[in-house]
């Protein structure tokens, strides 16, 4: 039995889905940016440069949101279809808080909530099996 605390996140620049692997059914917990499209919107109206600052400040409130999370947990597996992923991982590997924690990162396509699933359930017995081996 393994006691290792495994959290993936399938993300994008808007949202991030949190799912802990354990041995029972993988749960998803949604943690979202609050910069919404109409907000967007509403701010480029104003002005483009006041919407990019927006934008810019409400994307490092989400990724420190995700950040605080993963102080959890030992391994944790960042993926999905955008660029989310790399930019949160490197500002993870700029903090000395994220050292002990493993963290990988993976592409993947679009995917529904099952394919998530079964996507962070084949990777962490892969993990596991490499790691036993």
Avoid: C, W
Avoid at 20 to 44: A, G, I, Q, R
Avoid at 72 to 92: D, M, R
């Amino acid at each position: 039995m393994n006691n290792l605390k495994n959290l993936a996140i399938y993300m994008d620049h808007m949202n991030a889905h949190l799912m802990e692997y354990t041995n029972d059914p993988v749960e998803t917990m949604t943690v979202h940016d609050k910069f919404s499209h109409v907000e967007k919107e509403e701010t480029l109206s104003k002005s483009e440069s006041l919407m990019h600052n927006k934008e810019q400040h409400e994307q490092a409130s989400y990724y420190k949101a995700l950040g605080e999370i993963i102080l959890k947990y030992e391994h944790v597996l960042l993926f999905g279809p955008t660029e989310a992923k790399e930019e949160l991982f490197n500002l993870l590997t700029k903090s000395h808080l994220y050292s002990k924690i493993k963290i990988e990162v993976a592409h993947s396509d679009k995917l529904t909530e099952n394919q998530q699933h079964a996507f962070v359930k084949a990777h962490f017995k892969n993990y596991m099996n490499r790691a036993h081996a």
